[in-house]
T-cell receptor
Framework: EAGVAQSPRYKIIEKRQSVAFWCNPI?????LYWYQQILGQGPKLLIQ????????DSQLPKDRFSAERLKGVDSTLKIQPAKLEDSAVYLC????????????FGPGTRLTVL | AQKITQTQPGMFVQEKEAVTLDCTYD???????LFWYKQPSSGEMIFLIY??????QNATEGRYSLNFQKARKSANLVISASQLGDSAMYFC????????????FGAGTQVVVTP
């Protein structure tokens, strides 16, 4: 069974530029999560989707971050415009139904904002 | 609100020895789940083991076991017979009824296994 796929693996941009990350969850997983992991810290949830609806986006900086999961499968996270403090690893995870179901993570996208 | 605390920033362990990674948590939710993940230098978070708050027995998965002490609110991970490939960052995380699905992570513990 294929795992969670993410692309790109690495991205370097200048501040005020825009960037987008893509995630394809494990087949059949209804719940998809985006986490931000700043160096030296544990991941922090940005947004959670159940199918194509948003369950929790309380920690998503909505003035610059947006995310969508239009067909209930793959998802895109966008940052526009990027700030220096957005430098982090962006991890996508998926689970069967949410709740206490185990979340399986992708390899992450390492973003550097100069 | 939930909180996860990992007080050991880093530790060294010799190959073939056992190591215990500490994790304490705080929640008012009677129903919650506790997870341990491993993050090698490659960056991917790898699921290791899960313990539900109502589970009567401590969880085990191969060389990993979870020492769950509910009254003390601790969920320590024990890795037996350490291998060089166990060198990684280890995160404790939890989710509860009021944060359904959202994982709250600790700060992590860096483990280095030496020959």
């Amino acid at each position: 069974e294929a795992g969670v796929a993410q692309s790109p693996r690495y991205k370097i941009i200048e501040k005020r530029q825009s960037v987008a990350f893509w995630c394809n969850p494990i087949s059949g997983h209804a719940t998809l999560y985006w986490y931000q992991q700043i160096l030296g810290q544990g991941p922090k949830l940005l947004i959670q989707f159940q199918n194509n609806g948003v369950v929790d986006d309380s920690q998503l900086p909505k003035d610059r971050f947006s995310a969508e999961r239009l067909k209930g499968v793959d998802s895109t996270l966008k940052i526009q415009p990027a700030k220096l403090e957005d430098s982090a690893v962006y991890l996508c995870a998926s689970s069967t139904r949410g709740g206490r179901d185990t979340q399986y993570f992708g390899p992450g996208t390492r973003l550097t904002v100069l | 609100a939930q909180k996860i605390t990992q007080t050991q920033p880093g530790m060294f362990v010799q190959e073939k020895e056992a190591v215990t990674l500490d994790c304490t948590y705080d929640t008012s939710d009677p129903s919650y789940g506790l997870f341990w993940y491993k993050q090698p230098s490659s960056g991917e978070m790898i699921f290791l083991i899960y313990q539900g708050s109502y589970d009567q027995q401590n969880a085990t998965e191969g060389r990993y076991s979870l020492n769950f002490q509910k009254a003390r609110k601790s969920a320590n991970l024990v890795i037996s017979a350490s291998q060089l490939g166990d060198s990684a960052m280890y995160f404790c995380a939890m989710t509860g009824t009021d944060s359904w699905g959202k994982l709250q992570f600790g700060a992590g513990t860096q483990v280095v296994v030496t020959p």
